[in-house]
């Protein structure tokens, strides 16, 4: 779910007046106690860590919760957080430590100890939430502690492990507040990061006040800020418009995006690549129309990302034709080598071999108010339509609702975006086509686990390349997802906030406490 790229993609192309002499982005010391105001389409889905794995909580996480590990803006290896240091200990991968900072504490006074880390970590794997992180850590067998070293028992070698404990699902919550085998319910949340979260109103706003206490990686907190949540893309254009945030990001109308001009002297715009994908996947359980794979090889041969790139995003995204994007470790282009061109034909060719009958019925769900997933669910169903092959019945849900339909198998196709947990190739793999996976296809396949497998042993990095150009190859012939675009993404500002570069930087942090008045 979170933005990241072994490189950080982020060449960011900072659009702003010159000569203007506060574009040193020196802060206003005047403005120390004034809130920025940040509106997003993002859903919070809960505020508790076990129970949340999409971008809009994760970005909330970052901020109030703290991990043993983070990462600092640009990097691609995760570094000390809430913890003093982490190593892997042994041999083999699949023994890692850390040893917690001392004096940290949760809002409650109380010290943060070894003990609420294991705690943490437990209770994700014990609640299992079908919308939260409890599938990144699957190899996680064990996590003991003692005074302040937690130790962390994998089933087998997971040189990512260190990623994935700085993700959201890594976030250290009070033992005290949070039960151990249920979510916290409520409007609050208690944790040591950088903010504290002081108001919150469900699909209206967070209200951040800077932790006076908190202990971390970052050199000090920032300024107060204001989450603003919109139903759709519309309403933050809207609210951008009339000057009620300060700060607008992910995501506003593509039409809106593609003509943001360097000559506007009210605004800052960061435009920068990103290696936020968005898939259609397909429901391959037995009893779903997709299971038989012609009908699902059928529909890739269908698909026109051109013109979806064109039409509906005005240009503001990239046609991707693999499951990892472009700028990752192992990128390949294994659907424009399996289907380089639309084809009804062959589509159709596939369909009467297999002995299908015509047209296949299917239904297909997206997420109200996320970006513009009506108008892509309409050019698709337009494109898949084509020739009479299939009759795609399309419905948009509520955000949360959504989650928990394709959760449960009741979509048969599904269009989802997806922003990368951890600057590695993993994150594109065992979460989306691993069995098991947090997008609930019921896709399975040997090969594509052991591939996912034998990738985690290496803790150079670098060395995963061909593991995953054959995982893609895999997933290209099974079709358990068509990739449809890369996003490159976007964060607008008045002129006198700086620092919205931060707030996608290419790492996944959510970095609210960059942003300054200028």
């Known amino acids: 779910m ?104 949760f809002p409650s006074g109380r010290a943060v100890t070894g003990e609420d880390v294991k705690y943490s970590f437990d209770r994700v794997k014990k609640i299992n939430s079908d919308v939260g992180p409890a599938s990144l850590l699957s190899t996680l067998d064990s996590v003991s502690a003692e ?18 404990v700085a993700t959201g699902a890594g976030s250290i919550v009070d033992r005290t507040r949070y039960p151990a085998d249920a979510l916290r319910r409520g409007a609050e949340a208690d944790g040591t990061g950088p903010y504290t979260l002081t108001g919150y109103t469900k699909d209206r706003q967070a209200d951040l006040t800077p932790n006076t206490h908190y202990k971390g990686d970052i050199g000090g907190t920032g300024r107060p800020v204001r989450l603003r949540y919109y139903a759709d893309s519309a309403k933050l254009n809207s609210a951008w418009k009339a000057k009620e945030v300060n700060v607008a990001t992910r995501t506003l109308p593509p039409e809106v995006l593609s003509r943001l001009s360097a000559s506007d002297p009210d605004q800052r715009v960061t435009e920068s690549d990103s290696s936020e994908t968005r898939n259609l996947y397909l429901n391959t359980r037995a009893g779903s129309p997709l299971h038989e794979v012609a009908v699902r090889r059928a529909m890739a041969w269908l698909i026109d990302r051109e013109q979806l790139a064109a039409k509906v995003y005005d240009g503001t995204v990239d046609p991707l034709y693999s499951l990892i994007p472009t700028g990752i470790t192992g990128h390949t282009t294994s659907f424009f080598d399996d289907y380089p061109k ?51 019945d399309v419905q948009g849900y509520e955000w949360t609702g959504f989650q928990k339909r394709w959760a449960a198998g009741k979509l048969d196709a599904y269009a989802v975006g997806w922003v990368a947990d951890y600057p590695d190739p993993d994150t594109f793999a065992a979460p989306l086509v691993g069995t098991g996976s947090t997008m609930h296809t019921g896709y399975s396949n040997k090969l ?68 300054t008045w200028i």
């Open 342 to 392: 639309q084809s009804t034909a062959k589509a159709k060719a596939l369909l009467i071999e297999a002995g299908v009958k015509l047209p296949v019925r299917f239904t297909f769900g997206y997420g109200k108010g996320r970006g513009a997933g009506a108008e892509e669910a309409a050019e698709l169903k337009q494109q898949l339509e084509a020739g009479g092959l299939f009759k795609v």
């Open 147 to 164: 005074g302040n070293t937690v130790t962390f028992h994998l089933s087998s070698a997971d040189a990512t492990f260190p990623f994935k």
């Open 2 to 105: 979170r933005s990241v790229r072994m490189r950080i993609l982020a060449t960011l192309l900072v659009l702003a007046a010159v000569g203007l002499g506060g574009w040193q982005l020196l802060p206003s010391q005047g403005n120390a106690g004034r809130t920025i105001t940040v509106g997003t389409t993002d859903a919070v889905t809960s505020l508790d860590p076990a129970g949340a794995y999409d971008a809009g909580s994760w970005a909330l996480f970052s901020n109030v919760f703290q991990s043993l590990l983070t990462f600092e803006p640009g990097g691609v290896e995760p570094v000390p957080d809430a913890a003093q240091s982490c190593a892997f200990v042994g041999t083999g991968l699949q023994t890692y430590q850390c040893r917690l900072r001392e004096g940290l504490t």
């Open 448 to 515: 594509v686990d052991n591939l996912i497998v034998n990738s985690q042993t290496y803790a150079d990095r670098s060395l995963v390349s061909q593991d995953f150009r054959n995982l893609q190859a895999d997933v290209a012939a099974d079709v358990p997802l068509i990739p449809l675009w890369q996003r490159k993404e976007y964060v607008v500002s008045s002129e006198d906030v700086g620092g919205g570069q931060y707030l996608s930087d290419g790492t996944g942090v959510f970095r609210l406490w960059r942003l």
